[in-house]
Nanobody, 120 residues
Framework: VQLQASGGGLVQPGGSLGLSCAASGSIFSINDMGWYRQAPGKQRELVANITPGGYTNYADSLKGRFTISRDGAKNTVYLQMNSLQPEDTAVYYC???????????????WGEGTQVTVSS
């Protein structure tokens, strides 16, 4: 199983950026999908996650600026980031709980991370 994230880059303060992360490989079922981020010198933190039914959960500080969504048919999770600020600069990682065979265990898989830099 692989999670491939894309969409990071450099954006000016106040700008927007969209991330996507596609899961591929031997997948029987996907449970929660989410995004985390890690800024230099800081611990990795939750950005948002989304259940298969579309229930979302956000870090309190990001509500209203970030939107998570998913496409079940494409095994893909998205993150739309608006009104970006320098403090949003971090490596963004996607994560998914995946079952690889019927009756198997759920296991967390992580993408490699994509850099988001907010700077003028």
């Amino acid at each position: 199983v692989q999670l491939q994230a894309s969409g990071g880059g450099l954006v000016q303060p106040g700008g927007s950026l969209g991330l996507s992360c596609a899961a591929s490989g031997s997948i029987f079922s996907i449970n929660d999908m989410g995004w985390y981020r890690q800024a230099p010198g800081k611990q990795r933190e939750l950005v948002a996650n989304i259940t298969p039914g579309g229930y979302t959960n956000y870090a309190d500080s990001l509500k209203g600026r970030f939107t998570i969504s998913r496409d079940g048919a494409k095994n893909t999770v998205y993150l739309q980031m608006n009104s970006l600020q320098p403090e949003d600069t971090a490596v963004y990682y996607c994560r998914a709980l995946i079952m690889t065979s019927a009756g198997g265990n759920w296991r967390a898989y992580w993408g490699e991370g994509t850099q988001v830099t907010v700077s003028s």
